[in-house]
């Protein structure tokens, strides 16, 4: 084997990737050879600083979700040529636009007289965490629960919680928000732990509580569809009224929801930078 | 279940698996976590939308690849500089260099190299021409075998041991260009 033999083998014995004889004849070469025998040191010495130094990440489990979501929502109409056939007929979106404005005029006339709540909060029990979060959230916004400690430092923040025992509580890192601080307190016995974020302008609410128990369903419960993905994938989310958004997660035994007044996939995008779970199932 | 629901399903079993593999090579690519999640993105959503054209059965590991690394070049070979050239004058000075420093490979390791920063190491594969690039970070961060990577870029087995060699190289003068930067090695 001479010199440019040697430089096109020598990555395949770093790489025990040559036959017997191909190795035996360049470690026969490098003996002979010190600039060769050098060039094969070096190579083994760069491969291994780049094998120990650059580890591999698991990647962030809001873009898993994020993907999946993107999925169902972008790829759904161009799969519907039915209907996009029928939208291109001509009349059809004038004739759609009268229908929905009769149809919405009758249903106005319908529950007029009745005392509208409005939509923003879901007409769910008191015992869904949806439903409290989103009460919760608004208490936050409007000033009625403010946070037993402010602070910016997670670490100070955790501190309220120590006396929870049941699930850990976790006070994330978010991207574009700023920690505020932290809230405890009980429902039927149950702990609740609640972070506070602002984004810009806006507050971001997390709640925390115990997995196992809204799982059980009898102190605090969850929609069917919620608790079914959640048990599915390790999350759910959903577009509120007004703008706002809630997304919900499992890190280890605790459950937390994250309310805002964002879409969805902006209030993932802020949660994607906190150390958020593996166990989507994937 | 409909049928679009069961593609969805069946792209979801077979597809996402692999995220952390095409992130992480997003991640050594890019440099930027940010980047690296759009470019993981897109690459799905186009792999979504040529699911038809996968043929099952096939590496689809390295066909998610082959998406991802298209998309890569459409969007940030524009921006890069394209330094598809190896700096030889500057490899030379290397060896010199370190034949002054040091005999021994391992004190090299130990005072060049093993004082550097991980960011560093990161940085200078990054600094990389993305075809050495893409074979360093295949071997030496994911550990395929030279055939798996043959097969992922679409390049002979002779091409892959080159581009590794000379990927390698590259890779030890900019980390000896970190070390300097650093007092590791004196400047000349």
Known sequence: ?????FREYVSGAVDNCLKKEELESLLEHAGRCPVCRYEYEMEKITKSVVHSR??????????????????????????????????????????????????????????????????????????????????NY??????????????????????????????????????????????????????????LYTHEADVVYMYQTCWETVMAGDKLDLPRPAKQELQRTGWYSEELPDGHSIVLWKKGRTLCSAVARMSKTNLLACLSDA???????? | MTLLKQKQREFEREALPHMDFLYNYAL??????????????????????????????????????????????????????????????????????????????????????????????????????????????????????YEEIAEFVDIPLGTVRSRLHRGRKLLRSKLLHYAKKRGYVAEE
């Open chain 1, 1 to 5: 084997m001479d010199c440019d033999q």
């Open chain 1, 54 to 135: 650059v580890k591999t990440v698991s990647a962030p489990v809001a873009l898993t979700y994020l993907i999946t979501e993107q999925l169902r929502v972008d790829i759904l109409p161009a799969r519907a040529p039915r209907i996009r056939r029928l939208f291109e007929r001509p009349y059809f979106r004038p004739a759609l636009v009268f229908g929905a404005a009769f149809v919405g005029m009758i249903i106005i006339l319908s529950f007029s007289d009745q005392a509208t709540s409005p939509p923003s909060i879901p007409s769910l029990a008191s015992n869904d965490v949806i439903s409290q979060s989103v009460t």
């Open chain 1, 138 to 195: 608004r208490a936050v916004v409007e000033g009625i629960i403010k946070p037993q400690l402010v602070s910016n430092d997670p670490e100070m923040v955790k501190g309220i919680f120590a006396s929870i025992k049941d699930f850990q509580v976790l006070v994330p890192k978010m991207k574009e928000c700023k920690l505020v601080g932290g809230v405890m307190n009980e429902f039927s016995g149950v702990q609740l732990a609640h972070v």
């Open chain 1, 275 to 282: 150390e958020l779970p593996t166990d989507t199932g994937w």
């Open chain 2, 28 to 145: 050594r690519m890019t440099n930027n976590p940010a980047d690296a999640e759009d470019l993981a993105q897109e690459t799905y959503l186009k792999a979504y939308r040529f699911w038809d054209q996968y043929e099952k059965g096939t590496n689809i590991r390295a066909w998610l690849f082959r998406i991802m690394k298209n998309s890569y070049i459409n969007r940030y070979r524009k921006e890069s500089k394209e330094p598809d050239t190896v700096d030889y004058d500057e490899v030379k000075e290397f060896y010199n260099i370190i034949r002054e420093e040091s005999a021994d490979a391992n004190d090299l390791q130990e005072t060049v190299f093993g004082n550097l920063l991980d960011d560093d190491v990161a940085g200078a594969i990054a600094g990389l021409p993305e075809d050495f690039r893409t074979v360093v970070i295949l071997c030496d961060i994911e550990g395929l075998t």
